[in-house]
């Protein structure tokens, strides 16, 4: 089994988005809880994720992979950006209970000149906050391009936080190909020595999800440009053994790749035939 979708527009609510994966030919999906910059979020009606759950039933749908907005930063050198984004988290984590069960990604943050060390210690204090032994959500962090002072570009930072984590059962992470490559992670030429690196220090029972785009930039750029697949440096046949590669199966794949439906819907469609040509 596979599952495979990209991220959709949360605003004309969740039933939507279940139909527009079906449209695309996905079975998974990913949306911002809230506007991605953040702020208030709007009102969820109950009626409308009934009828979404239906539509995942019946179609046989994967975990759904949320994603925190851009704007949250648990470790901010600001006091009111950190608390603003803890509120941000708590909240989302009872918006995610209309739909039990799923998965909720967040970039662990960026430290803004604090350090990586102070960085990880707030992010894991945060999390030992918000996350509660009642929840269903699973909260991932998400591997990062170590961009200007983002935490988690190297796999050992994950670590660092989650070891630090007390809710350890609610808590996993979301591999970013895009990402991990920018971070310096040769995924082309030792795909099997970067997950047995991740594996080795991170565990790969802890991996939920993968965010499956290709990069505009090199190896080790920092950059985070994503590209659509098989039009960026990591190209088609190492995006295609990624897609394939037995460590990852069965997980969600989000596609974030600057498309349009068309797009969307050539991607989805190009997954589905190496996963079922395998
Ligand atoms: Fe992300
Ligand atoms: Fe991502
Ligand atoms: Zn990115």
Same mark, same amino acid.
């Given at each position: 089994m596979y599952y495979i979708g990209n991220h959709l527009p949360v605003a004309n609510g969740y039933a939507a988005m279940g139909s527009k994966a079906l449209e695309l030919g996905g079975n998974t999906f990913a949306f911002f809880t809230r506007n991605p910059r953040g702020g208030s979020a709007k009102e969820i009606d109950k009626e409308d994720v009934e009828e979404f759950l239906k539509i995942a039933d019946k179609n046989g749908f994967g975990k759904l992979v949320a994603h925190a907005p #851009?704007?949250?930063?648990?470790?901010? &050198?600001k006091e009111k950006t950190r608390n603003f984004s803890k509120e941000m988290m708590a909240d989302d984590m009872k918006r995610m209970e209309y739909v039990p069960g799923n998965y909720y990604n967040f970039?662990? @943050?960026?430290?803004t000149g604090q350090g990586v060390e102070t960085g990880i210690e707030i992010i894991a204090g945060a999390l030992n906050d918000i996350l509660?032994?009642?929840?269903?959500t699973r909260v991932l962090l998400e591997t990062m391009a @170590?961009?200007?002072? &983002? /935490?988690?570009?190297k796999f050992e930072e994950i670590r660092e936080i989650m070891d630090r984590v007390e809710q350890k059962d609610k808590l996993g992470v979301c591999l970013d190909t895009c990402h991990i490559w920018d971070g310096g #992670?040769?995924? /082309?030429?030792?795909l099997d020595g970067v997950i047995d690196e991740f594996d080795r220090i991170i565990g790969l029972e802890n991996l939920y999800a993968i965010h499956f785009n290709d990069s505009k930039n090199e190896c080790g750029s920092h950059k985070d440009r994503h590209e659509r697949i098989g039009y960026g440096q990591i190209g088609l046949k190492a995006m295609k053994r990624v897609a394939l590669h037995p460590a990852f199966a069965g997980k969600p794949f989000i596609l974030e790749t600057p498309n349009d439906d068309e797009g969307y819907i050539e991607e989805i469609a190009m997954f589905k035939r190496w996963q079922e040509e395998k």
């Open positions: #851009y704007t949250l930063n648990l470790c901010s &050198e970039h662990p @943050g960026s430290h509660s032994p009642g929840q269903s @170590g961009k200007g002072s &983002e /935490v988690g570009s #992670y040769d995924i /082309v030429n030792n």
